[in-house]
Every structure is written in C-alpha cells, then in structure tokens.
C-alpha cells in the first residue's frame, strides 16, 4: 500500500493558482473597452483561430490564455444564451447572469479538477437606451479560479493586465470616437509586445458592439477597415 | 469538456438538435401533441399566398398579410415572409403556428451556427437544414399541421439569387427564376410567368409582386388584398449582394396604385358619382 501524502489545501489551491497564471501569463492580453458609440474589443492575434466572439445581440467574448478551454467556454456560453433567448425573449438575455454562470463553472474547476483552467475571460454587454434598466455598458472579468469582477471604461485580460490596465488608466478618455480608442488600444498592445514597436493591422483582431445597430450589435472589422481607421 | 451550471451534454453546432437532445422539454412535438389530444385533423389557419421570384440585383419573396379559420377572419396582419439572416429569407404557407414556429427556429438555427462555427452556412446548406426541419414535421403535416416554405437568398459564392420549394417530405427543388405557394398560389403563378424578367429593377419588380398578390386575393379567399383603410400591406423584402431590404409601406402603395390604376373601369366612377 502506497503511503498518502498530505499536502494542505492552501498549498494545493496556491500551486493550482500559480500554474494558471503561468499559462495565462505566457499568452498575449486582450483589451476591452469603452467607446462613444460603444465597446471595442481587441487582441493581437495574428492566427485566424478567434479570441473575441459574438454571444448574443449585445453581448460578446473575449479570452485569453488556452485556446480549446477559452473556445469551449464561448461555445457553452453561446448554447445558454440562444437557449435561454429561445425559452424568453431575446431582452432576456443578459451579461450578468452569463458571466455568473461562467464565475460558477470556472470556480467549479478549479476547486474540483486536479487541472485549473488556464484561461481568464471577459463577457462585455452594450447598453441599450431603450432597455430601463440596461441603459449602461457592463463588463465583466472572470478569473480562472471562478472570480468575478465588474468594469467601467476599460479591462484588460491576459499576460501583462497589470502593467496595461495602468497605462489605459493614464490615457483613457470617456466617450472617444472609435478611431482614438483604437489607437490607444493598439498602443497599449503594442507596450505588451515584448518591445516590438508595431503591431500591424492584419495582426489585430477587433470587433465591436455598436449601439446603434439594431438587433445583432456585434461587427468583427475587416484589415481594410481597420487599416482606414488607424489611418484617418 | 463540460462545465458545471451550464448543463447539456450536446457539443454540435445545430440549435435544432441542441433543443432536442439538451432541452427536449422545449421542443415541439405537433404529431405528439395532437395524438395526446386524440384531436381530428384540426383547422388551424392557414390561406395563404407568398411569393418568390428573381430580379436583376437578386431575389423578391412578398407574401399577403391574411390568416383565416374556415371562412373566418383570424387574423389581418400575420408575416408569414421573415429574413432569416442577412442573405436569406422564408416565406410560410400552411399551418400558422408551426409555420411561424419554424421560421423563428430556422432564424436561430443559422445565427446558432454562425455565432458557434465562426462563418455563416452556405446557401445550399441553409436550404438543406430547412428541408430537414420541413421532413421533421412530416407526422404532424400528415394530421394535418402541414408546412410548406419557400426559401430564397443571394448566394454570395455564386453572385446570384436563388429560390426553393419544399414538399411535406422535405423534398427540395430549386426554382430557375419564380415559385408562388399557398391556397392563392396558382393565381400568383400567373402573373408572374406572363410578366416575370430576372432584368427587372427593383421598382419594375416590387410592382409584378404586388400585382400578382392582388391577383391572388381576387380570386382566392384565402388571400388577403391591400387594405388601404386599416393600412396593411403585403411584407415585401428584396435580397441582393448588399444584404436584405424590406419594401416600405409607401413604396408598396405606389407599387399598387401603377398595378391598379391602370385596370380601374370608368363606369365604376361613374357609378360611384351617381350614387
């Protein structure tokens, strides 16, 4: 019979805690955030295998970190939203239980599996002037081990969220037009690229929830358009 | 993976068969639910006449507005033509309820996989998940809930419109240039082989389906006509390479005043003066 180790559940939770931000950490952050017609969602990504993604008619995704657990979270979060907005109405379909039921999953994993998710996820929802009640944006961070936090005017996720948050701390502006928030947040990845000094359009991924779009609000923007707003 | 709260074992990327096998409570069993009952055969409402034809940018689908019970009125202003995604549309003759109901699946339906699959289906695809929704419903058609779309888009691979017909066994047949189903369907069919053109504009279009809908609903009461007192007119929606637009109400009335006008009798103005 083998001997049982004992190793206490502090230790257990701080070495799972540190395995996930390492993995966290090796990947590249992605930025969320405020714009006068809405929220723009960005990442440097130059594969074609999407960070960001469209949820529901105000709500989007993005991740970070490994992609099959973060995909697999988005996907989830896809079913429960058509799901749920097929059973009620499409207004009933919100950020925040969503990104509950992520914090629950997430923490689920993490105090259960012997692997933590090595993934940190954003749910970002566009407010909606003729919704009482849901007139402002929301957003969300969730953590790997499940915890939950809410944002206003910008979150960053991924490997160097510290270091960026406090640079778009220093920058941001309320209500920029779309062209200055791109900007800003391309030189916050840019700060992140390990001293490269451009990140080149085709490299970013970017979409939008647009307020003023009706029904569907989330537009991923093509290299040519981006190209045409980084410029102007 | 599975995730805790979150529930379901389905990992495709299909609403349909997510409903199915995650959430069958939701699902609608018409065949089912009418055996429970031991209902006859029912009359639930249906007459109808949509329409679908190609013009030069692309496709028209435009179907009248009328729901009838019997000889019954149910209702004046159902839509029976929805846009079930940026390219595509659907237009239902049969049935009311799992008519609608299955134009709001097959909207989910698409959205589900593009939002799941990160890019749309092609136009043959969405056709053929249509076809499949429409044989799933063959137990309750045979009870007779019968379901018969047209489906239309712009297939933007091929850069052209393109129109189906179904049958309640799911059969799917591609139109080369118009189809008009429902109880008015013949007399729409009509018109729009004498007067039909794929060069024709937008305008020249909007008015051969108005005029074949109104044709419709003079000789098929089933097919409700323009009603300019309570303002309801036929849902008209154009499909091109830029995407769906749907014909406003003036554009319509003008369409049916150039149809119209030209066919009025004067003896009915005399008439109506010597009254």
Not at chain 2, 16 to 42: F, H, K, V, Y
Request: charged share 25%; net charge negative.
């Amino acid at each position: 019979m083998s001997i049982p180790f004992y190793v206490s559940p502090e230790q257990v939770m701080q070495d799972k805690a540190e395995y996930a931000r390492k993995g966290i950490g090796r990947g590249k952050s992605s930025i969320t955030l405020e714009y006068r017609d809405g929220i723009l969602l960005m990442a440097e990504n130059p594969s074609s295998l999407s960070k960001i993604g469209e949820i529901y008619d105000r709500i989007a995704f993005a991740g970070v970190g490994k992609f099959s657990e973060f995909d697999q979270l988005r996907k989830v979060g896809v079913r429960y939203a058509d799901v749920k907005g097929y059973a009620y109405s499409r207004d009933d379909v919100r950020a925040r239980a969503l990104a509950n039921a992520y914090s629950q999953a997430m923490g689920d994993v993490f105090t259960r599996e012997l692997k933590p998710l090595e993934v940190e996820v954003i749910v970002a929802e566009v407010g909606d002037p003729e919704l009482a009640g849901h007139e402002h944006n929301t957003i969300y961070r969730i953590q790997f081990d499940g915890s939950i936090s809410d944002h206003e005017n910008f979150c960053v996720i991924g490997g160097l969220s510290d270091e960026l948050g406090s640079f778009l701390q220093s920058r941001y502006q309320a209500s920029m037009p779309l062209g200055e928030a791109l900007q800003l947040g391309r030189a916050a990845l840019e700060r992140a690229s390990n001293g490269r000094s451009s990140v080149p359009p085709q490299n970013l991924e970017v979409c939008l929830l647009e307020k003023a779009r009706i029904g569907r609000k989330f537009r991923r923007l093509a290299t040519d358009e981006l190209n045409q707003l980084l410029a102007g | 993976m599975r995730f805790s709260g979150f529930g379901g074992t389905y990992e495709g990327s299909s609403f349909a068969e997510l409903l199915e096998i995650d959430q069958p409570q939701m699902r609608i069993a018409w065949s089912q639910l009418l055996q429970q009952t031991g209902a006859a055969p029912i009359a639930a409402p249906h007459g109808t006449t949509v329409l679908a034809f190609k013009y030069a940018d692309g496709v028209i689908v435009a179907g009248d507005r009328l729901a009838t019970e019997g000889y019954r009125v149910a209702s004046r202003d159902v839509q029976k033509v929805y846009a079930t995604d940026g390219h595509s549309m659907i237009a239902i003759a049969g049935a009311a309820g799992p008519a609608i109901e299955m134009a709001r699946l097959m909207r989910i339906e698409l959205e589900h996989y593009e939002k799941i699959e990160g890019e749309a289906l092609e136009l043959d695809g969405k056709a053929n998940k249509l076809s499949q929704m429409v044989r799933a419903n063959l137990p309750a058609a045979m009870q007779g809930l019968v379901v018969v779309p047209l489906f239309a888009g712009y297939d933007l691979r091929r850069r052209q419109g393109r129109i189906w017909k179904f049958d309640v066994t799911g059969g799917r047949y591609e139109e080369a240039d118009f189809d008009a189903t429902g109880s008015g369907g013949l007399y729409a069919k009509e018109v729009l082989k004498q007067r039909h053109h794929s060069d024709a504009s937008r305008a020249e279009a909007l008015e051969i389906a108005v005029t074949a809908l109104q044709n419709a609903a003079d000789e098929d009461r089933g097919t409700g006509g323009i009603d300019t007192v309570r303002r309801i007119f036929p849902t008209v929606l154009t499909c091109s390479h830029a995407g769906i637009q749907s014909a406003v109400e003036s554009e319509i009335e003008s369409a049916y005043q150039r149809s119209v006008a030209p066919r009025a009798n004067p003896r009915m103005e005399h008439r109506g003066a010597g009254a």
